[in-house]
């Protein structure tokens, strides 16, 4: 199935991404938005290796597509001046405008972000391996096998930062992950 357009790569694949059977890395982090490519970025900036996991395209992942903001509205005053001061240092890494203000609330579009944060975490080093769902993680000696629908990715650890599939997929893999090996961030809803 070709990987269609997203905000980091405006050409849809027309053929599928070339296999890899195996990989090696620091971390695998699964899930591609706002949190997964922040964690990558933050991994990758302190020299670790970091593979990028994402079912869908990069950039317009589940969740984090479309204009969805991040607001401070409602959100007490020191949380919200510590956010924008976040915000301000990610849009100083990247070079991307994220920051908004509308009718007097600070806001960022969650697909601008992510577009973001995956092009920072692949500028520092981070492999993005999109449109290439993980199928199961494993235990392996020193960490754990993530399979992908292409790959096989050895990790000494595994972040899950993604939303996992959807509540409405009777066939949908289930995965098994090793505590001492994984950090799980968990999925936000609206």
Excluded: K, N, Y
Aim: aromatic share 4%.
């Amino acid at each position: 199935m070709p990987c269609p357009p997203s905000l980091l790569d405006p050409t849809p694949t027309g053929v599928p991404s070339l296999v890899v059977p195996s990989l090696v890395t620091d971390v695998a982090v699964v899930g591609a938005g706002p949190a997964g490519a922040a964690t990558a970025w933050h991994l990758a900036r302190r020299g670790l290796r970091v593979v990028l996991l994402e079912r869908r395209s990069a950039g317009a992942v589940w969740r984090a597509a479309g204009p969805a903001p991040w607001t401070d509205e409602g959100l007490p005053a020191r949380l919200a001046t510590d956010a924008a001061r976040l915000w301000g240092q990610v849009e100083q890494a990247t070079g991307a405008a994220l920051l908004h203000v509308s009718g007097g609330v600070r806001q960022v579009r969650a697909d601008q972000a992510t577009a973001a944060l995956t092009a920072a975490a692949t500028a520092w080093g981070a492999q993005l391996r999109h449109c290439d769902e993980v199928v199961a993680i494993d235990a392996a000696d020193g960490g754990a096998l993530v399979r992908t629908r292409s790959a096989t990715v050895r990790a000494a650890r595994v972040v899950l930062a993604g939303a996992g599939p959807l509540p409405t997929d009777p066939d949908a893999p289930a995965a098994t992950v090793p505590g001492h090996a994984c950090f799980a961030v968990p999925a936000l809803t609206h």
